[in-house]
């Protein structure tokens, strides 16, 4: 009997110590922070988003889409051609609405990024402005309030392009040592993917010197088309459609890279699946071309709305000896029109007006030389002085409309040029 009831009071002992210890988890509080106290949150990349973010601009490209029914047509790119260009008729006048009058609308072909280099100043890409028949910044979300903006140095085998924007009320950012990058180091990518302007994604550096194969290539004196490889920084920061042209920025805020492209499964094997590979413009890369461009050496090229030799729609280099003329290279046509840099306008008072330049004439040779593009016709011209004068053979067409489509009828006629000064000319 004494034993049982020892059992039992131990019992009880027992459940008491176990109550008190529950009571004591339970029911002990934790000291409380103060009402006044807040919580710091550390990130490496929030001072250097904040000091940069508002420098990275939209860069819209707006190119003319001609509706041509009656058969005249122009070429791709500067003025699409409807059978080559995807338009609705096929070159002849017995497309789709045949009977509809011919028409041409100024539309937004495309949207990338910029980053503010210096006061007036947006580096991007160059197949973000390629093509483009005007160019507007836009600043945040605000689509209304647009600048234009204007090609004043371009590298296409960089893919690299320096916009002139004037009025532009935004701060540059510091440019950065790409060389001094290591793989590891924290970047963040800032732009405007499909429409979220000013989206930041961060991570590190991949790799670096990533040889990378461009879709673009070039032919050599033969006619043998040659790749173009660019060596670019790897990341695993996103970058989307939108994102070209825009910033690569390390932690202390400096611009160091351009994001350019991501790849795909596409890019190895049907089946693969690709994440996080992106490839950016080291900045040391573009600095040449940005240099060139805030001395006002720039060199516009071919695929731009290009003033081939000085004002017009690209505000060119003042003090240069020029001819007067905005010019578009042609696109292949399949021999239906000469290849060489077609006459968008004519300046007036300008040395081509005086010469007899007209706009829809194509110039095909200068100075003796075959000319397929706009940047032959710069290089040409580039090594002239004022008061040289230039022979000038062009193409030109029987019928040009008020909107610039052309016949595929016409004539070679030889004119003679003198070259005088941007300042002199009367605009």
């Given at each position: 009997?004494?034993?049982?009831?020892?059992?039992?009071?131990?019992?009880?002992?027992?459940?008491?110590?176990?109550?008190?210890?529950?009571?004591?988890?339970?029911?002990?509080?934790?000291?409380?922070?103060?009402?006044?106290?807040?919580?710091v949150l550390t990130s490496p990349f929030t001072e250097a988003i904040?000091?940069?973010?508002?420098?990275?601009?939209?860069?819209?490209?707006?190119?003319?889409?001609?509706?041509?029914?009656?058969?005249?047509?122009?070429?791709?790119?500067?003025?699409?051609?409807?059978y080559f260009g995807g338009g609705y008729g096929n070159g002849y006048?017995?497309?789709?609405?045949?009977?509809?009058?011919?028409?041409?609308?100024?539309?937004?072909?495309?949207?990338?990024?910029?980053?503010?280099?210096?006061?007036?100043?947006?580096?991007?890409?160059?197949?973000?402005?390629?093509?483009?028949?005007?160019?507007?910044?836009?600043?945040?979300?605000?689509?209304?309030?647009?600048?234009?903006?204007?090609?004043?140095?371009?590298?296409?085998?960089?893919?690299?392009?320096?916009?002139?924007?004037?009025?532009?009320?935004?701060?540059?950012?510091?440019?950065?040592?790409?060389?001094?990058?290591?793989?590891?180091?924290?970047?963040?990518?800032?732009?405007?993917?499909?429409?979220?302007?000013?989206?930041?994604?961060?991570?590190?550096?991949?790799?670096?010197?990533?040889?990378?194969?461009?879709?673009?290539?070039?032919?050599?004196?033969?006619?043998?088309?040659?790749?173009?490889?660019?060596?670019?920084?790897?990341?695993?920061?996103?970058?989307?459609?939108?994102?070209?042209?825009?910033?690569?920025?390390?932690?202390?805020?400096?611009?160091?890279?351009?994001?350019?492209?991501?790849?795909?499964?596409?890019?190895?094997?049907?089946?693969?699946?690709?994440?996080?590979?992106?490839?950016?413009?080291?900045?040391?890369?573009?600095?040449?071309?940005?240099?060139?461009?805030?001395?006002?050496?720039?060199?516009?090229?071919?695929?731009?709305?290009?003033?081939?030799?000085?004002?017009?729609?690209?505000?060119?280099?003042?003090?240069?000896?020029?001819?007067?003329?905005t010019v578009s290279t042609v696109k292949d046509t399949n021999g239906?029109?000469?290849?060489?840099?077609?006459?968008?306008?004519?300046?007036?008072?300008?040395?081509?007006?005086?010469?007899?330049?007209?706009?829809?004439?194509?110039?095909?040779?200068?100075?003796?030389?075959?000319?397929?593009?706009?940047?032959?016709?710069?290089?040409?011209?580039?090594?002239?002085?004022?008061?040289?004068?230039?022979?000038?053979?062009?193409?030109?067409?029987?019928?040009?409309?008020?909107?610039?489509?052309?016949?595929?009828?016409?004539?070679?006629?030889?004119?003679?040029?003198?070259?005088?000064?941007?300042?002199?000319?009367?605009?």
């Amino acid at each position: 009997m004494r034993k049982i009831m020892n059992k039992k009071v131990l019992g009880v002992i027992a459940l008491a110590l176990v109550c008190v210890f529950a009571g004591t988890v339970i029911g002990a509080s934790q000291p409380s922070a103060s009402a006044e106290e807040k919580v710091v949150l550390t990130s490496p990349f929030t001072e250097a988003i904040a000091k940069v973010r508002d420098s990275v601009v939209g860069v819209n490209n707006y190119q003319i889409v001609n509706n041509n029914y009656g058969g005249y047509d122009n070429f791709g790119g500067y003025f699409p051609w409807s059978y080559f260009g995807g338009g609705y008729g096929n070159g002849y006048g017995n497309g789709y609405g045949y009977n509809q009058p011919d028409s041409s609308e100024e539309v937004k072909y495309g949207s990338g990024s910029g980053v503010v280099i210096e006061k007036e100043y947006v580096l991007t890409n160059y197949h973000v402005v390629e093509g483009a028949h005007s160019l507007k910044i836009s600043i945040g979300d605000d689509e209304k309030n647009l600048y234009d903006a204007t090609v004043v140095a371009s590298d296409s085998d960089k893919d690299v392009a320096v916009l002139k924007v004037p009025g532009l009320p935004l701060e540059p950012v510091e440019l950065g040592d790409s060389d001094e990058l290591v793989i590891g180091d924290w970047v963040v990518n800032i732009g405007n993917p499909i429409g979220f302007t000013g989206t930041a994604t961060a991570g590190i550096v991949s790799g670096l010197n990533r040889e990378i194969e461009s879709d673009n290539s070039k032919p050599d004196k033969y006619g043998k088309n040659t790749p173009v490889v660019n060596s670019m920084i790897q990341t695993d920061a996103a970058i989307n459609s939108g994102n070209s042209g825009g910033g690569m920025f390390n932690t202390a805020g400096q611009l160091v890279g351009i994001p350019t492209l991501k790849y795909t499964g596409t890019r190895y094997s049907s089946n693969a699946a690709v994440e996080s590979i992106g490839m950016c413009i080291p900045i040391n890369e573009a600095k040449d071309v940005i240099e060139a461009a805030l001395s006002g050496k720039g060199n516009v090229e071919e695929g731009q709305q290009a003033a081939a030799d000085g004002e017009g729609t690209t505000g060119g280099l003042t003090g240069k000896p020029r001819m007067g003329v905005t010019v578009s290279t042609v696109k292949d046509t399949n021999g239906q029109l000469p290849r060489g840099a077609y006459v968008v306008s004519v300046d007036e008072g300008s040395p081509a007006e005086a010469a007899g330049l007209k706009k829809g004439d194509i110039m095909v040779e200068v100075n003796g030389q075959v000319i397929t593009t706009v940047t032959e016709e710069i290089e040409i011209i580039s090594q002239l002085k004022e008061g040289d004068e230039v022979a000038v053979r062009v193409w030109r067409p029987e019928n040009v409309s008020e909107d610039g489509r052309i016949s595929t009828e016409g004539d070679y006629i030889d004119l003679t040029v003198k070259l005088a000064v941007v300042d002199e000319i009367a605009q």
